[in-house]
């Protein structure tokens, strides 16, 4: 079946890095969207993309679809504690179902004061 | 906007015990999923339903478990008999035709079973 390689599983980094992660698909995907989950709360979508090529910021936050539509990679710039949670990424194939993504298994991230 | 609602928050119940887990979609919606959440396996979808219809159940572990969407504005995830094993994070998110593919989740519910 699909399969969504999420990069890096975990970071530990210091406060005021940047930190970037990527996804990566063995197809090709119509959609990628970049979820945060907090300790305890349910994923929060962060930013969706919808064309290859597409860079979209959000903040503090940058993500990118690639343009082989295969992978997308998300940036946080200058990362505060509060960044500290798991990133998902989720895709959406062609011919897939309305809102039927796959997930990545997420990377934790850590933020040192 | 009041976002998806899942109750309970929290589930405690014994090996054995039925357990009804709750969703109400954000109005307007209208494909449901729902999901499992464990360290081990991640995020897995369970099941998910298109216009009140289930579209597919392949993820549904076993006859154990079943779901239903009576209405637009209500599912239920059923699990009867609950195991141990069950004990996880159940969300559920939800889609609507404006932005078909942002799914939005409910806060969940922690299901320990004993």
């Known amino acids: 079946g699909q399969q969504l390689n999420q990069s890096p599983q975990s970071m530990f980094i210091q406060e005021g890095e940047d930190v970037s992660m990527n996804c990566t698909s063995s197809?090709?995907?119509?959609?990628w969207l970049w979820y945060k989950q907090d300790p305890g709360e349910g994923p929060v979508l962060l930013i969706a993309l919808y064309k290859a090529g597409e860079l979209t910021s959000n903040g503090r936050l940058t993500a990118q679809f690639g343009i082989t539509r295969k992978d997308s990679f998300l940036n946080i710039s200058a990362s505060i504690p509060s960044d500290v949670g798991i990133y998902f990424c989720?895709?959406?194939?062609?011919?897939?179902?309305?809102?039927?993504?796959?997930f990545g298994k997420g990377t934790k991230l850590s933020v040192k004061p | 906007d009041a976002g998806v609602i899942q109750s309970p928050r929290h589930e405690v119940t014994e090996m054995g015990q039925e357990v009804t887990l709750r969703c109400k979609p954000i109005s307007g919606h209208n494909s449901l999923f729902w999901y499992r959440q464990t360290m081990m396996r991640g995020l897995e979808l369970l099941i998910y339903f298109n216009n009140n219809v289930p579209i597919d159940d392949s993820g549904m572990p076993e006859d154990r478990f079943s779901a239903k969407m009576p209405n637009a504005s209500f599912s239920t995830l059923k699990i009867q008999p609950s195991e141990p094993r069950d004990s996880a994070v159940y969300f559920c998110a939800t889609t609507g035709l404006a932005a078909y593919n942002e799914q939005f989740f409910g806060p969940g519910t922690r299901l320990t079973v004993l």
């Open positions: 197809s090709i995907f119509n959609t």
């Open positions: 989720a895709g959406h194939h062609y011919g897939g179902s309305q809102g039927n993504l796959i």
